[in-house]
């Protein structure tokens, strides 16, 4: 009697995925970490499922100042973030331009008008120093 071949099961694993810590939890484990002996600390490395080269990545981060919460992968340039940022403000700063020009040109027409209301006569005023030509 031979037993028939088994046939693989037609369900595909889930893919796995990282665990990610927040930094609250990471601010959390480690302050338990730090004040657990040996053997609690072997104990809550096996129940947050972390190894020990996580603690001391972590610890570095926070002697460094870095923040808890750090993004993966590549970092943005600094020089290309720069460019973007004044390329924004330039951009702010000929809307502003362009604004105070309009707001000028209507000053100088507000003034030419209240000349004329008062009697005088468009060759004989005296333009503001904006409108000469």
């Excluded at 338990?32 to 020990?52: G, N, P, T």
């Excluded at 981060?61 to 020089?79: V, Y």
């Excluded at 924004?88 to 309009?102: P, S, V, W």
């Amino acid at each position: 009697m031979q037993s028939q071949p088994r046939t693989p099961d037609p369900e595909v694993p889930a893919k796995a995925t990282r665990r990610r810590f927040s930094a609250a939890d990471k601010a959390r484990i480690l302050d338990e970490y730090e004040d657990a002996s040996s053997i609690e600390r072997a104990a809550l490395c096996r129940r947050e499922h972390i190894y020990s080269s996580h603690i001391s990545a972590w610890r570095k981060q926070r002697a460094a100042g870095a923040p808890l919460e750090a993004k993966r992968g590549r970092k943005p340039d600094p020089q290309a973030v720069e460019i973007t940022h004044l390329r924004k403000e330039n951009a702010n700063l000929e809307q502003r331009l362009a604004k105070a020009g309009r707001v000028i040109d209507i000053q100088g027409k507000a003034y030419a008008l209240l000349r004329s209301v008062v009697g005088e006569s468009a060759d004989q005023l005296d333009l503001p120093p904006w409108n000469k030509s």
